[in-house]
């Protein structure tokens, strides 16, 4: 019974606070998105350290790519809840009927590579992960080219499951959720359909590979390295990234299987690197708040606790 009423009030708040946001003007967005950011940067104190050390512990990786600039891992870290502010600002206006211009506003780039890709008539996989505003990303594919499923995860609270898939699922797009998602994917791409797959979380080693990245052994499905090999279907790395108050999808070319059959760890870590060269790129759009390389083997420099900024 607490349980239920819990569960009540957390999408009773979810909502009301969506609902208040999406009534912000769109002069608002980005520098209320912003200070959203920053509140959160305070006051998750958690998160903050992991970010912080997620980002000091790839600094040696980091520091070895062309062009990178070094800066402090707390600065990139606050620069990061600040874009994950502005993604959710954006997504409560876009889920609440208020951000239209949002999903227009998005510049699609790659295109050429989805159309090769769908003329093979084998279906198509994007694969990408927890970058710049990925919600966005799938929603404005759905609204301006075609509906995909993307696979994501349960919550916890049944209720706000159920409003954030309704939200997930506009525009004609739809989720299934991980466990047993091989055999709903499987089903939709015999149909042709499109399905999104973020691979930059840690998976367990009875599903998964240990592949670098950011310079570090982690733990990565292999789910769809084995469905590339066995159906053929073209694997398509997409993500979102932010160009000042404009945001841009890229659409890479297919990614090249290895030569070897049954070589799933040499095509995870393929498509792993494409994420690396992502973060490289716009370090502050990844999401470094989660723990991507828990249960896999670290150097021991990387096991020294992050240090506070406060």
């Excluded at 208040?20 to 998105?33: E, M």
């Excluded at 050390?53 to 980091?62: A, E, T, V």
């Excluded at 047993?180 to 999104?196: H, P, T």
């Amino acid at each position: 019974m607490l349980k239920e009423i819990r569960w009540y009030l957390e999408t009773v708040l979810f909502l009301s606070v969506s609902r208040s946001i999406a009534w912000l003007p769109a002069g608002l967005v980005q520098p209320a998105g912003k200070w959203l950011g920053r509140l959160l940067f305070l006051l998750l104190k958690r998160r903050r350290l992991i970010a912080i050390k997620n980002i000091s512990d790839s600094f040696p990786y980091l520091e070895r790519q062309p062009g990178w600039v070094r800066r402090e891992p707390a600065e990139l870290a606050r620069e990061t809840f600040e874009n994950l502010g502005r993604s959710v600002v954006e997504d409560c206006k876009v889920y609440n009927g208020k951000g239209q211009y949002i999903i227009d506003a998005v510049e699609f780039r790659g295109l050429e590579h989805f159309e090769q890709a769908k003329a093979r008539g084998r279906g198509i996989a994007f694969i990408t992960g927890h970058c710049g505003n990925w919600e966005l990303m799938a929603l404005s594919f759905g609204a301006r080219f075609q509906t995909m499923t993307s696979v994501a995860k349960r919550q916890g609270n049944p209720r706000l499951n159920d409003v954030l898939e309704k939200m997930r699922s506009g525009h004609g797009n739809s989720l299934v959720y991980r466990n047993g998602a091989l055999r709903s994917l499987y089903a939709i791409l015999r149909k042709n359909g499109i399905v999104g797959v973020h691979i930059d979380q840690a998976s367990s080693p009875s599903d998964g590979e240990l592949v670098d990245f950011l310079g570090r052994p982690a733990w990565t499905t292999n789910m769809m390295a084995r469905m590339a090999r066995r159906n053929g279907v073209p694997m398509l790395p997409v993500f979102i990234h932010r160009e000042g108050a404009r945001q841009v999808v890229q659409i890479h070319p297919e990614i090249a299987l290895g030569a070897e059959d049954g070589a799933e760890a040499q095509d995870t870590a393929l498509m792993t690197d494409c994420i690396a060269a992502y973060v490289v790129e716009h370090p502050t759009e990844w999401y470094w708040i989660h723990r991507r390389w828990k249960r896999a083997p670290q150097p021991d420099a990387a096991s020294a606790p992050a240090v506070d900024p406060k």
